[in-house]
């Protein structure tokens, strides 16, 4: 996750940028309030902000930081508990609110939080396969490839319907077509055989899209 640090105590930012490197995070760092000015144009997901800057006050920084269609998540790290600093920072748009001293442990609690969170409303995970729902990209370990539409479609609703316990009826997702009086479930039946290959192509084994005969199609998460 692309992460940009605000913070002008030098040992403490290189501490911060040191165990985000090591969870594998991309870290952008400005110790004042015109290098963090220059960072704003990086599209990050995460801006760990702290309020008193040689230079200017970090509650200044958020709506350039959310400026044009941005919108990362808001952690200010502050020496100030006062009610009133509290108060402006969460009027200017902050998401969170960490005093100093902190314990790192849970500042990097809090940053997996959101990493999940953006990860989960960006992907749809089906046992060990990761779909990108913008690129189209299905991910098994190393192997990936872009499936189709009409595949990451049907993969996303077999997957709804499984969080219920329920079967997904070819017509439910062909609803369109058999209106208008055509073959849903021959056709549908191609494309479940399409997805079975694109899931075994990958080498994975333990998701299944399994037929119930005149009834509809479940999916099978193994371990």
Known sequence: ?????VEDNRELSRSIVDLLEI?????FEANTFQEAKAHAKHSVLLVLLDLMLPDGRGEQLIPLLRSEGRNPHIIMLTALSDRASKRVCYE?????????????????????AIQQRETSNACLKIGPLLIDRISGEMHHGEKYMVLPP??????DALYQKHLLGEML??????????QRGIDVRQRFRALVTRTRHSIRELGCTTVHIRSNYGEGYTLDIGD
């Not at 969870?23 to 870290?27: A, K, L």
């Not at 009409?150 to 993969?155: D, G, I, K, P, T």
């Open 23 to 27: 969870e594998g995070h991309t870290v």
């Open 92 to 112: 200017a748009g902050a998401d969170d609110y960490i005093t100093k001293p902190f314990d790192m442990m849970e500042l990097l609690y809090k940053i997996n």
């Open 169 to 178: 009826p070819p017509e439910e997702i062909d609803a369109h077509e058999a």
């Open 1 to 5: 996750m692309n992460i940009l640090l």
């Open 150 to 155: 009409s595949q990451f479609r049907l993969l």
